[in-house]
């Protein structure tokens, strides 16, 4: 009996070491990557993201981003009611070069994986914003002050169907 006691221990233990063994060598094993990080505003504080995946071949071109046609089909049709809940969140893009950072409506807050925004998605709707007077084009860093600018007869916005996949990054730069 003291021997079979012995012998499930010694078993125990060899697997034990044998996973941990393997566990080691998965960690050193990992590969790594390196994506362009992309800067962008949200409600006034800068936030860093990825663009992988884009609807509209251009646009992929342009961000050098997968093109993913079937991205598009996440576009409900509009008008949408207010009560319609879709998988979109709204970025707003400056195509004629006045701001080179997209405004984002939502971020996760707090960044990772303790966020509690129930708004939060990485897929975006894109929406282009243009100033009617360029010479006036100043830095706008929110949604709000998108709003603002539109209010004020300053810019247009217009809805796309393009559909961008832009995680928020949960971390930030270490200079």
Request: proline share 7%; aromatic share 10%; hydrophobic share 40%.
């Amino acid at each position: 009996m003291l021997r079979q006691c012995f012998l499930g221990i010694i078993c125990v233990f060899l697997l034990a070491s044998c996973s941990s063994h393997s566990i080691q060598d998965e960690q050193s094993r990992q590969a790594s990557v390196s994506l362009p990080l992309l800067h962008g505003w949200h409600e006034g504080k800068e936030v860093l993201y990825i663009t992988t995946d884009v609807s509209d071949p251009a646009v992929a071109k342009a961000k050098n981003a997968n093109y993913a046609p079937r991205l598009r089909d996440a576009v409900p049709n509009y008008p949408k009611l207010p009560q319609v809940k879709t998988v979109l969140e709204r970025v707003y893009a400056f195509p004629n070069q006045e701001q080179a950072w997209s405004v984002f409506a939502s971020v996760p807050e707090p960044l990772g994986y303790e966020s509690q925004d129930t708004h939060y998605s990485p897929l975006w709707l894109m929406y282009v914003v243009v100033w009617k007077d360029p010479s006036k084009a100043t830095e706008l860093t929110s949604e709000e002050a998108i709003f603002a600018a539109e209010d004020h007869g300053l810019v247009t916005i217009e809805r796309t169907d393009i559909v961008l996949n832009c995680p928020v990054i949960p971390f930030s730069l270490v200079e």
